[in-house]
C-alpha cells in the first residue's frame, strides 16, 4: 500500500479520525494516538489563535512520554486540519504555527493551495485533500498533495453523493498516493471493506464523538446512540456546502428537516455557521449514516480495541469465503 514510510510500523489499526469541528481537541488526538490510530483535529478549534502551539506542545510532549514508556506499542502520529477558505483569516498563520511544530500529516479542505503543499513539504510533512469528485481530485493532484480522502456518500458533515465503489475505483486508476476513505465507516467490518475497495486507509469521524474524550455534549453523544441513518439529513442551509446533519438536532432548532431551503453558496461562513441563527456543529450537528451501528460511548482505548477485533474478524471471514472460490478457479 502506498502510505508514507512513517505509518507503516505506528499504527494498529488502518484508521484517521477525522478532524471534528468543535469536537477534537487534545484529549481525543492524543487517546487515539496512543490508540494506533491517527487522531487529527482543526486548526480553528484552538482558540485563540496563540493556543494552537499549546495545544500541538502538548500533543507531541504527552505523544512523546507514552512511546517513551512503551517502546513496544504502536503510537500514531497526528494531523492537523487547515480549512482553506476565504473566511478563514488564520490560515497562514496557524500553517506557521504547523511549520514550526513540524506536524506530521496536513489535512487540507476545500481548496488544496500550493502553498500549504510546500510548507508541509519542507520539514518532510504530508498533505492529504478531502475531495467529493473527480474533478476536485485532479486538482488536488495538481498541486503535488501525498494523499486523497475520498468524501463519499453518507459521510459526516461536508460529505459528497457518490459511491465509495465508483469514486474509489476511478480515482485509483490514475492516482498512485495514499487513498482514505470517508463515508458511513463505523465499525472493523467498515475499515476491512475500505481495504478490500482498495483504499490505504478508513477515515472515522463521526464514531468517535461516541466516546469519552470527545468534546461533544452528553446531549450530541446520547443522540448518536438513540438514532440511525434514516435520521440524517443531507442539506448546504447550514454552512453553504451541502452535508449530513442529524434530524432531531435540527427540529430542536425550530426548522423542519423536510423543508429546508437552498443556501446561497456565496455565504459560507464554516466559524459560524453561515445561513440561519443555528450554528453549525454547535446547534446543528453533524453526524455519517453509520451512526446506526453506535450503541455507546466507550473511552477511546476500548473502541479502538472493539474495531480492531471487528476487523480481524472480518478479514478472517472474507478469507474464508474467498478460499472456495479461488480453488475452483
Not at 493556543?51 to 512511546?67: D, P
Request: glycine content about 10%; proline content about 7%; overall charge negative.
Amino acid at each position: 500500500m502506498p502510505l508514507p514510510a512513517f505509518l507503516a510500523n505506528s499504527l494498529a489499526l488502518p484508521v484517521l479520525g477525522s478532524p471534528l469541528f468543535i469536537v477534537s481537541g487534545p484529549e481525543l488526538v492524543i487517546a487515539q494516538c496512543k490508540a494506533g490510530v491517527i487522531g487529527s483535529f482543526p486548526a480553528l478549534n484552538a482558540r485563540p489563535q496563540p493556543k494552537l502551539g499549546e495545544w500541538l506542545a502538548r500533543i507531541e510532549g504527552e505523544l512523546g512520554e507514552y512511546k517513551a514508556r512503551h517502546p513496544h506499542l504502536p503510537v500514531a502520529p497526528y494531523a492537523v486540519n487547515q480549512i482553506c477558505h476565504a473566511s478563514n483569516d488564520r490560515l497562514m498563520q496557524d500553517m506557521e504555527t504547523c511549520v514550526k511544530h513540524q506536524v506530521p500529516i496536513i489535512i487540507t479542505s476545500l481548496r488544496p493551495p500550493l502553498e500549504i503543499v510546500e510548507a508541509a513539504h519542507s520539514y518532510g510533512g504530508v498533505v492529504f485533500h478531502d475531495v467529493i469528485n473527480v474533478k476536485h481530485a485532479r486538482k488536488a493532484a495538481e498541486q503535488g498533495v501525498d494523499g486523497l480522502i475520498l468524501v463519499c456518500t453518507g459521510a459526516g458533515g461536508h460529505a459528497g453523493t457518490l459511491s465509495p465503489f465508483a469514486l474509489v475505483r476511478e480515482v485509483k486508476q490514475w492516482f498512485k498516493g495514499t487513498i482514505l476513505l470517508s463515508g458511513a465507516i463505523s465499525d472493523g467490518w467498515g475499515i476491512a471493506s475500505a481495504l478490500a475497495l482498495g483504499a490505504d486507509l478508513a477515515y472515522m469521524g463521526t464514531r468517535f464523538i461516541a466516546t469519552a474524550e470527545a468534546d461533544a455534549s452528553p446531549e450530541y453523544k446520547q443522540s448518536l446512540i438513540a438514532h440511525a441513518a434514516d435520521d440524517i439529513v443531507y442539506s448546504n442551509l447550514f454552512t453553504g456546502v451541502h452535508g449530513n446533519y442529524l434530524g432531531p438536532s435540527i427540529v430542536a432548532a425550530g426548522m423542519d428537516p423536510a423543508n429546508l431551503p437552498v443556501a446561497d453558496k456565496a455565504k459560507m461562513n464554516f466559524g459560524s455557521g453561515g445561513n440561519t441563527k443555528a450554528k453549525a456543529w454547535r446547534d446543528i450537528w453533524g453526524s455519517g449514516q453509520g451512526l446506526g451501528q453506535i450503541a455507546d460511548a466507550p473511552p477511546v482505548a476500548d473502541l479502538v480495541a472493539r474495531l480492531k477485533g471487528e476487523f480481524d474478524e472480518a478479514t478472517a471471514s472474507y478469507i474464508e469465503r474467498a478460499a472456495p472460490m479461488r480453488a475452483a478457479a
